[in-house]
């Protein structure tokens, strides 16, 4: 069994910056797939961003919504069994809940939500113009 909990949201101007955690507590292995999704209002949960261990090349991959790509960073402290989002230059669209999964089966597709089997109760992030 995993725990996910989010935090660092808030209310930010437009091309302000925020850093959102994860922790998690329970199995976290080096292989647990990492993520965070994101829902605005009247919408559907989205992928925002992944990280994911690669035996192939011996290090951490990380995914990126097209959305977001260039402005947000995803990385994971496995010491903590924290995964963070660093979002710069946040725009008004950005703006949601913002919720971070995990998974320890091997999946296909990152991008979908039915891959992941652990969820956080998410933690609000907004975007003023």
């Known amino acids: 069994q995993v725990q996910l909990v989010e935090s660092g949201g808030g209310l930010v101007q437009a091309g302000g910056s925020l850093r959102l955690s994860c922790a998690a507590s329970?199995?976290?292995?080096?292989?647990?797939?990492m993520c965070w999704f994101r829902q605005a209002p009247g919408k559907e949960r989205e992928f925002v961003s992944a990280?994911?261990?690669?035996?192939?090349?011996?290090?951490?991959?990380?995914y990126y919504a097209d959305s977001v790509k260039g402005r947000f960073t995803i990385s994971r402290d496995n010491a903590k069994n924290t995964v963070y989002l660093q979002m710069n230059s946040l725009k008004p669209e950005d703006t949601g809940v913002y919720y971070c999964?995990?998974?320890?089966?091997?999946?296909?597709?990152?991008?979908?939500?039915?891959?992941?089997?652990?969820w956080g109760q998410g933690t609000q992030v907004t975007v003023s113009s």
């Open positions: 329970g199995r976290i292995l080096r292989s647990t797939v």
């Open positions: 999964a995990a998974t320890l089966r091997p999946i296909t597709t990152i991008q979908a939500m039915e891959a992941y089997t652990y």
């Open positions: 990280t994911t261990w690669s035996g192939t090349f011996n290090h951490y991959i990380t």
